[in-house]
């Protein structure tokens, strides 16, 4: 009875923070640029990495739970690898330690999940609303930092957009902790298509800012 009411608390942080994202984040994709040969082969990369994101973290849960230590260890070297070349994507428009401090920002965002995924698997309710609260600062710092570098990524989009990845991180710990892969199944394919939203809008930004650096041809 107790798991099932942690499990339901999860469920309903995870609702809270989706329910921020829809309307500021759909305004931003209709803004969308069009597309260049430079322009996609951007938008292309930075899906690539943002969904290599969402992946290397599923990982790490799934080897977490079934208690293969030395699987989990290779899993989240993966992760840190990825965060760093999420963070060397930006590098070019705007400089290495603008890079640094996104990978610092990612790192607080795997910690602030795997704190809410340790939480989860041991029913840890204080633990649980620590690692959201966590995730919940980091979000806006990272929303803080990328609407300071770029006016095409405001802020509240940023905050709203990154609520509800965390919402699926947690609806996706929860029904792997649950042994629910049927909805475990249809969180990926919804936090894939909103990790894509994500990567479009960053790389858009990157567009409608450096638009000298995409000219060409219309797709």
């Not at 006016?151 to 699926?168: E, M, N, Q, S, T």
């Amino acid at each position: 009875m107790q798991r099932k009411v942690f499990a339901t608390m999860i469920l309903l942080l995870a609702a809270a923070t989706l329910l921020a994202a829809p309307q500021s984040f759909a305004k931003g994709k209709a803004m969308a640029v069009p597309l260049t040969p430079k322009s996609a082969e951007l938008r292309l990369a930075l899906r690539d990495l943002w969904v290599g994101h969402i992946f290397w973290v599923r990982n790490v849960v799934l080897a977490t739970k079934s208690g293969d230590t030395a699987l989990a260890k290779v899993e989240e070297e993966q992760v840190v690898h990825n965060a760093r070349e999420i963070a060397n994507a930006i590098v070019p428009y705007y400089g290495k330690e603008a890079g640094d401090k996104l990978f610092t920002l990612l790192a607080g965002h795997y910690g602030a999940v795997k704190d809410c995924m340790n939480a989860t698997f041991t029913g840890n309710k204080e633990a649980m609303n620590a690692g959201v609260q966590k995730m919940k600062k980091n979000a806006d710092e990272i929303a803080t930092f990328l609407s300071a570098a770029n006016p095409h990524w405001p802020k509240g989009a940023i905050v709203a957009a990154l609520a509800a990845h965390a919402g699926f991180h947690m609806q996706q710990i929860d029904a792997i902790n649950t042994k629910d892969f049927t909805t475990e199944a249809t969180t990926w394919e919804a936090m894939k298509d909103q990790i894509y939203e994500i990567a479009d809008t960053l790389a858009d930004g990157i567009v409608k800012q450096f638009p000298q650096k995409f000219a060409g041809p219309m797709m």
